[in-house]
């Protein structure tokens, strides 16, 4: 699986969006994009993930540039209870099970001040 | 129900204590995961069920034991661990779908204490 870089952390208002950048230039075709958050003491969940189009749900937006080198999670309207560190993974899109991992980089630290 | 529940949610073993800890999912998903993580550091990946079977150990040691008795139920044995294996174990599964990987639902997590 490709290699991604984030910022270790940052800051967001309360209310306003929070864009979280994430480098993944080594990213071959075959590589989605996936967003996982992970909340002081609790399991990772998941946000949103994508291949080569925007992908937008009820939680985030996911803007992918049009080399697939980079990607950014949109939170639209941050709140207190956003605060989480976000983990950015890329991972093949084959349905085959010994290629079936999810790997964790660093992430963000994402702190939502009121 | 999306959930994945891990018991216990804590445990205390001493180093020749033998242990399990337990993981359930009823979403039908087959790929089940084993997670460790240490304070402050990402998830590390331990191991891989796929249809009930091992398709990935990341090099575990052997006083980790993984079982898979159905496509609902995912096991870690413990046994003569050391105190630097207390960890946040996690639990994941996932299904398969075309067109990519299926989302992966976490549980809480176990706290183990070594002492």
């Known amino acids: 699986d490709a290699k991604t870089t984030q910022p270790t952390s940052m800051d967001c208002a309360e209310g306003r969006a929070a864009n979280l950048p994430c480098n993944h230039s080594?990213?071959?075709?075959?590589?989605?994009v996936y967003w996982y958050r992970q909340i002081h003491s609790q399991g990772p969940q998941y946000i949103i993930h994508?291949?080569?189009n925007n992908e937008t749900n009820e939680m985030a937006s996911l803007i992918i540039t049009e080399d697939r080198k980079s990607s950014t999670l949109i939170l639209p309207h941050a709140t207190l209870r956003d605060t989480a560190v976000y983990y950015c993974?890329?991972?093949?899109?084959?349905?085959?099970?010994?290629?079936?991992?999810?790997?964790f980089g660093k992430g963000t630290l994402l702190t939502v001040n009121p | 129900d999306t959930e994945v529940t891990q018991t216990p949610k804590h445990l205390v073993m001493g180093m020749t204590n033998k242990k399990s800890l337990k993981c359930e999912q009823h979403?039908?998903?087959?790929?089940m995961y084993w997670y460790k993580q240490k304070a402050k550091k990402p998830p590390e990946l331990m191991f891989v069920?796929?249809?009930?079977?091992?398709?990935i150990n990341e090099s575990v040691p052997s006083r980790f034991s993984p079982e898979c008795p159905n496509s609902s139920l995912l096991n870690l044995h413990l046994h003569a661990l050391q105190p630097e294996d207390s960890a946040l174990y996690l639990c994941?599964?996932?299904?398969?779908?075309?067109?990519?990987?299926?989302?992966?639902?976490f549980g809480q997590g176990t706290r183990l204490t070594v002492v």
């Open positions: 994941a599964s996932s299904q398969y779908i075309t067109g990519g990987p299926g989302e992966a639902f």
């Open positions: 080594t990213i071959s075709g075959n590589e989605y």
């Open positions: 994508g291949l080569k």
């Open positions: 993974i890329v991972r093949v899109g084959d349905s085959g099970g010994s290629n079936y991992k999810l790997t």
């Open positions: 979403m039908g998903h087959r790929a």
């Open positions: 069920y796929s249809y009930e079977k091992l398709s």
